[in-house]
């Protein structure tokens, strides 16, 4: 297993959806930064399962616990290592699992590459791994300050925004479950999850991220280019099957002199096609990518599979699970986005703070 | 900079457009296994520049010179320093560009972050860099072996090949100057080419790349799921805009009853929507993924920009370059998954051989 | 920071001597291994304070508490979290250092290059973080099982036990609080430390560490040489100044012909100066090498010194310390070389495990 | 294998004593530094066989060839390839030796761990490697500029220089061709050479490194700390047996009261027992360290070895070695501490560069 994310801003994570915690150890923090603890919980919460209709109804209070590296509010440059305590198991909902291979999950895969496998909720497979994801990115956020990074739901099965993100007010994210800024467009995302949820079904969408006032600079060529960074960052999070940025897909139908961002004299350029990012380094401009989910493999409905001896079985659908992860997406896209921008800028900050 | 690519297989390289040569070290190679060290050469005349009418003009042998950690043909262990020279370097045709930043080039953000930077050809940033890639990646294939790695050119500019992978014969893809195993589609995509070119312009376009005969059990969650490293690698390729893995983004307009790849007996499953990868780890069914690749930034046509200063300049097309960077890109992308693969290998016989 | 050791078997741990818990990941953890925890808490018990006489009288139960990563008693190859709670904090002993820098102790570097510093304990430089190396040894210890690995106190102050390791009987070490399996020595040795503590005065050591039953092959030239390894995990143990292993300094005044190890048809060796590695990879002899430890830096007595203003001061012994810390790092000595031996065998099963 | 060396700066070295060449790629280099290239070349000279009759009389002209990374006489953050090639190789010298395993030599470990070996010159193993390290060690030192690191030999065999480093005059150094500053002393070490030559022995002898004007703050506790680095570093040295910083084994004899190094109002130490390191960071003070060096394992005499079938051969000492190692392992000592402080003055300013 690789566990840490990062090379000088690191993140080491540990725990499973049922045990006694999650938690992890961050690693490479600047020193003697304060740090606003309630605001670390308030990003927790945006994440945590429960917080809306549209949300599995497992409770938990996903309470962080911060156990060292803070030292009368502010931070030592040791590690910082903190728990989240798991208080709303019901491993009973998984007996029925123990020896299954459900479809689309990691029963079998996992089951294949340790030879042992915790089938409770998933064990380390299970999206609440991501919480220690959120608290580390809530840090690197703090310390990041200038930057603004902003992630919404632009769509939920076929139904999709239309507008740019420029002409979106990202103050209303937050004012809608599914976390869309376009009031009509929430609208239809939320009765489409609902009608999907009713038929015990699942559904997949899309989360866009917008990174302002980005430094010029960041990145690492040759391997390292910050777009790499950014997809494996984002490929990590358990549902997602496509990362693009600046003018991704729809890019390789362009002409070079249609997708070409012509340079102005304040070095700013009139169109933004690269995304923010020339030769894997950030050059100023908006840094913004966009990433596909699918849905949810846990449905409502009775489907065959096979067991651990190969025979075919009936799963059920059974315990409380998200209809559409993508709501709940947005803070953990919003997390690793911060993370993997730190750690650049404390790597770019070794090699080239002379200048 | 970063110029080191893998965990236990591991590339390190080094060289730019112009100057001496290019090169890299390769580590982390299992011993006592013997080379092909022709069919090395073979693919790097894939990669090669000037390889056919579609593609840059400038001639380079691209010949590799290993200079060791191969002993009497076999691996020794010991890390395989290579070097190509650089044979063809026109660093006058640069000459016009020393103070411009060219559009959507890396010239700024390398200018900008390094304070510095080698003109001629792109420096570190041109994709010529990619052939010590095809090195590694082709010794990589050779100790893969069972494992079969395949990429086509699966669009061309807003030509697409509709066609499933498993309808097309790879044994075509080789014949095609355009690498597209598609006969009519091959030829549809070649004239897009080469009417590009007339108007002094360049397309963007897509490759597919599917890998069969995966082991069960490649990928190590939670920060380094197979998908994840896939997307990093491919992200890493100059060009790339884009990367989907399995149902990618369509699969986010899916329903989970339709998406959930269902178990048969034999471990299989009937759908292959999850690309072959579950929980960030390989489930032994086909692995594929599209990349999308802008459009080459260099044009023959007179573009506005500004130079070191931030006046406005008239950059005007010199220089040899690729209408299509596809073609081309091909063996790049399948050294890439190769390298890739080949670590995660390496990485779980540590961990998990004993079962 | 660098708080993780260790390259597939990977310790980063966390916490400092006041606050409220140290703990760590230990993550690259082969699966599907039974643990016995009990025995992992017997040698956090060997390390702990309190346990004797010799050592500082801080009580901490030192109970391991782990939170992820064994299920069913078994490794699952996920991350393994643990905290060890603070119990017996008095952190008002160190008010009067609060803005102290005390001689030899790492206040004013910390100070220095953190700009803040917990100053309660020693914060991060503590010693008490080394309770989590000793859990990861303890399970480093159990998968390697077949190797044999003993550390023990061969020198206090300026006495020094005369006798080869072959001479010894490692069944004695735990029988006397100074850990030294030789009886007449160890009563010695403990006379020192108490005559040393009564006059509020501490006193260095040396420990030699014995690794038997070690498989040929271990250790990755040429930069991460067995014993170079071995060299950064030992000098990492706070207190550290000295490490040689083999025939170590007195080796430096020997002959070619004197130091040869001659081999043997069994492929033993007659004579073992190399001390079980050469080339920097483990040959299938005894491992050995021997520590020298520097006096404990606080002592009960007055000592001048500045403060955080640079002016002069005088510092008073106060708080519980360790009059000599050999007998405490021999459980240290022992899990660092359990750790750095299991990393190197993940490590070269990857590469080497088809010959 | 492990052929990187380094966190930010990394040399990646490869290359065996017989082959084309051998080289490396320095990665993490600031950029836009001028570097004096006849310099580097200097120091490759004070490493190189045959520049006295102390040495090897095997004749290579360790000529460095930069392929990458400088243009127009400065770094521009790209990595820096280069090679040296082989000239002067005897493979026939090897002959004999091919199925046999030399005393203390690596033949034996290297078939073991890789079933296959590069019996010419010792392969992989051959202290030929190291020059790689000078020349990186170069590129440190010109970028550390206000700090200085010397070496010297301080001992040959039983022969022992008393003095401090503080009184000798270490411009002194390269004036003899033993290294060492006392001209007396110098005089007798050279003797001690020729007559251990005469007979067809070898000898062991140390090095003591002196670093003067060492920032406050280097080193990155717990796991890297600076005398950790310093001695992984130091061990990967082919013939090092110990390493020892600041009062060393010695300091293991001393009382806390006596070891403590009292602060004076400058920041600075009355005494300097910690050798310039506390908790493992820089203290400003000098900092010191002393390594052991075995006896070169081959000898002009006939030894009794195995051959790879465990039959019992007679090995006769052929080739051209050193009779002593010290005198050329001063500019690699220097260099490895070099680069180790390079990197950590690196990393410290990724994260503490704001104080």
């Given at each position: 297993?690789?566990n840490t ?7 080491t ?9 999650i938690?992890g150890?961050?690693?490479g923090?600047?020193?003697n ?7 670390i ?18 409770k938990?209070?996903d ?9 009368e509010g502010?931070t ?5 290592g903190?728990?989240?305590?798991n208080?709303d ?11 299954a291979?459900r479809?689309?999950h990691?029963?079998f895969t996992?089951q294949?590459k ?16 991501t919480?220690s ?5 809530a840090i690197?956020k703090?310390?990041?300050?200038d930057?603004?990074?902003?992630a919404?739901v ?18 209303q ?6 976390r869309c800024?376009?009031?009509k ?14 038929i ?32 494996y960052?984002?490929l ?5 099957k496509?990362?693009?940025?600046g ?19 304040n070095?700013?350029?009139?169109t ?11 050059n100023?401009?908006d840094i ?21 001896n ?7 659908g ?8 993508v ?12 993370i993997?921008?730190l ?13």
């Amino acid at each position: 297993m690789s566990n840490t994310f990062g090379k000088i801003f690191r993140l080491t994570s540990f725990g499973a959806s049922h045990g006694a915690a999650i938690g992890g150890v961050i690693d490479g923090i600047p020193s003697n930064i304060s740090l606003n603890l309630q605001n670390i919980q308030q990003e927790l919460n945006r994440r945590k399962p429960g917080q809306s209709k549209l949300t599995t109804q497992r409770k938990e209070a996903d309470k962080v616990k911060f156990l060292s590296g803070i030292f009368e509010g502010k931070t030592t440059g040791d590690p910082i290592g903190f728990i989240i305590e798991n208080t709303d198991e019901k491993s009973k909902d998984y007996a029925h699992i123990k020896n299954a291979f459900r479809p689309s999950h990691a029963d079998f895969t996992y089951q294949k590459k340790y030879g042992i496998r915790d089938y409770r909720g998933g064990g380390r497979s299970s999206a609440r791994t991501t919480a220690s994801i959120v608290v580390a990115g809530a840090i690197a956020k703090q310390i990041l300050d200038d930057i603004s990074i902003s992630a919404y739901v632009n769509a939920v099965g076929d139904l999709k925004l239309k507008k740019n993100y420029q002409d979106l007010d990202f103050c209303q994210i937050e004012t809608s479950p599914v976390r869309c800024p376009d009031a009509k467009m929430a609208q239809k995302f939320i009765e489409k999850i609902e009608n999907t949820k009713k038929i015990g079904d699942t559904i997949g969408g899309q989360v866009t991220c917008v990174v302002k006032n980005v430094p010029i600079g960041l990145g690492e060529p040759v391997f390292d280019k910050l777009q790499a960074r950014l997809a494996y960052a984002m490929l990590n999070i358990p549902a997602v099957k496509g990362f693009e940025y600046g003018s991704g897909f729809f890019g390789s139908k362009m002409l070079g002199s249609q997708h070409n961002d012509i340079f102005l004299p304040n070095e700013k350029t009139k169109t933004n096609y690269s995304g923010g990012i020339q030769g894997g380094i950030s050059n100023g401009m908006d840094i913004y990518f966009t990433l596909a989910f699918k849905p949810v493999a846990t449905i409502m409905q009775d489907q065959e599979s096979i067991d651990i001896n190969g025979e075919i079985i009936k799963i059920s659908g059974k315990g409380r699970h998200d209809p559409c992860v993508v709501p709940r997406a947005v803070p953990i896209v919003e997390a690793l986005a911060a993370i993997t921008l730190l750690d650049f800028m404390l790597l770019d900050k070794s090699l080239n703070s002379k200048k």
